[in-house]
C-alpha cells in the first residue's frame, strides 16, 4: 500500500554532512508521519527521529540532537535527513519508515525502505 525509497547514502569522511532523502508514494493519507532507522552492524536498530507530517514537528534521539534535522516537503511526499558534524560511530544502514502516532507520541512505523549506506571514516 505504501512504498518508500530512501537515496543519497554514500563514504564520508568524519566532520562532513550528508543529507539523505526518502520518498513515499502510494496510499499516502495513511502516513502520518515519517521517520528514520539505523542499524549498525551488531546492533539493533534504532530510533533516530521522525516528523509529523501535518505540524511539521520533529522528535530526535539524544544521541543525534543538535546534529541531525529532519524535515519534510509534503507536497513533494518526501522527508529528509540532514546529518551534519558525522561520526564513526553514525554508520550504520539507514532506514526509512511510514506510519503513525501512538500513545505518548510514540511513533509507529509501519512501512520500511529497503535502507540506505551511510559510512563514515576516521
Known amino acids: 500500500q505504501v512504498q518508500l525509497v530512501e537515496s543519497g547514502g554514500g563514504l564520508v569522511q568524519a566532520g562532513d554532512s550528508l543529507r539523505v532523502s526518502c520518498a513515499v508514494s502510494?496510499?499516502?493519507?495513511?502516513?502520518?508521519?515519517m521517520g528514520w532507522f539505523r542499524q549498525a552492524p551488531g546492533k539493533e536498530r534504532e530510533f533516530v527521529g521522525a516528523?509529523?507530517?501535518?505540524?511539521?514537528?520533529?522528535y530526535n534521539a539524544d544521541s543525534v540532537k543538535g546534529r541531525f534535522t529532519i524535515s519534510r516537503d509534503n507536497a513533494k511526499n518526501t522527508v529528509y535527513l540532514q546529518m551534519n558534524n558525522l561520526k564513526p560511530e553514525d554508520t550504520a544502514v539507514y532506514y526509512c519508515a511510514a506510519g503513525r502516532w501512538g500513545r505518548s507520541l510514540r511513533f509507529e512505523a509501519a512501512y520500511w525502505g529497503p535502507g540506505t549506506q551511510v559510512t563514515v571514516s576516521s
Open positions: 516528523i509529523n507530517w501535518s505540524s511539521g514537528s520533529t
Open positions: 502510494g496510499r499516502t493519507s495513511s502516513v502520518y508521519g
